[in-house]
């Protein structure tokens, strides 16, 4: 059995889905999780902004967010980028986070490849989950979590293994390597249950 990634966040728990009202249904911390997001994803925009705005339009572009931010009290006169990425923050026709959540649980797959693409990466940077299979191993049950990274020039990912009900984990080596990511889960979900089951053998104790 598989779903798409859009059910997964960032440690391979499902994604609660919106109620009927409009507002998140999951754990406070997860909640939190999804707005971190949200609020990267904001800055990614400020930044590819700043990045294709011709060098001769920016000191007209700080004149205006200086008076902006001034108006606001929210001026830094000591860090005129901070100033400057504020207001842009503010003129960009961003949506709102819940338009934004159900576009990222649609499209999970796409927010990670681009997300990770705009800013510059970290030297390290924790593995995200994608997609997730479940299995049978000794009559018990299982759930293995494809999980990705981007390393040097190409997608990279490992299995997790958790047993249903518990919180510890064994997770493989790295055992993918693909130039394309849909590429890479492509492979996860063509694994058979036997192929699975190796693969967490290998992990346990």
């Given at each position: 059995m598989?779903?798409?990634?859009?059910?997964?966040?960032?440690?391979g728990t499902p994604v609660d889905r919106?109620?009927?009202?409009?507002?998140?249904?999951?754990?406070p911390a997860h909640s939190a999780a999804l707005k971190g997001r949200y609020e990267e994803y904001c800055r990614q925009q400020v930044f590819l902004l700043l990045k294709i705005i011709p060098?001769?339009?920016?000191?007209?572009?700080?004149?205006?967010?200086?008076?902006?931010?001034?108006?606001?009290?929210?001026?830094?006169?000591?860090?005129?980028?901070s100033t400057l990425r504020?207001?842009?923050?503010?003129?960009?026709?961003?949506?709102?986070?819940?338009?934004?959540?159900?576009?990222?649980?649609?499209?999970?797959?796409?927010?990670?490849s681009a997300g990770l693409g705009v800013l510059p990466l970290p030297e390290s940077m924790e593995p995200v989950a994608v997609e997730f299979r479940r299995l049978e191993h000794e009559a018990e049950a299982w759930r293995g979590t494809l999980e990705v990274y981007r390393g040097g020039d190409a997608w990279?990912?490992?299995?997790?293994?958790?047993?249903?009900?518990?919180?510890?984990h064994f997770r493989t080596g790295e055992i993918f390597r693909e130039d394309n990511l849909?590429?890479?889960?492509?492979?996860?979900?063509?694994?058979?249950?036997?192929?699975?089951?190796?693969?967490?053998?290998?992990?346990?104790?």
């Open positions: 598989t779903v798409g990634p859009e059910l997964l966040d960032t440690v919106l109620d009927h009202g409009g507002s998140s249904t999951g754990s060098r001769e339009a920016v000191r007209p572009l700080y004149r205006r967010a200086r008076t902006w931010a001034t108006e606001r009290g929210v001026h830094e006169s000591e860090d005129p980028m504020l207001f842009c923050r503010e003129i960009l026709p961003l949506p709102p986070f819940d338009a934004w959540l159900l576009d990222y649980e649609t499209h999970r797959l796409a927010h990670v990279r990912g490992l299995i997790r293994f958790q047993r249903d009900g518990e919180d510890g849909q590429d890479l889960r492509d492979r996860f979900i063509s694994f058979t249950a036997p192929n699975l089951r190796s693969f967490l053998r290998s992990t346990l104790p």
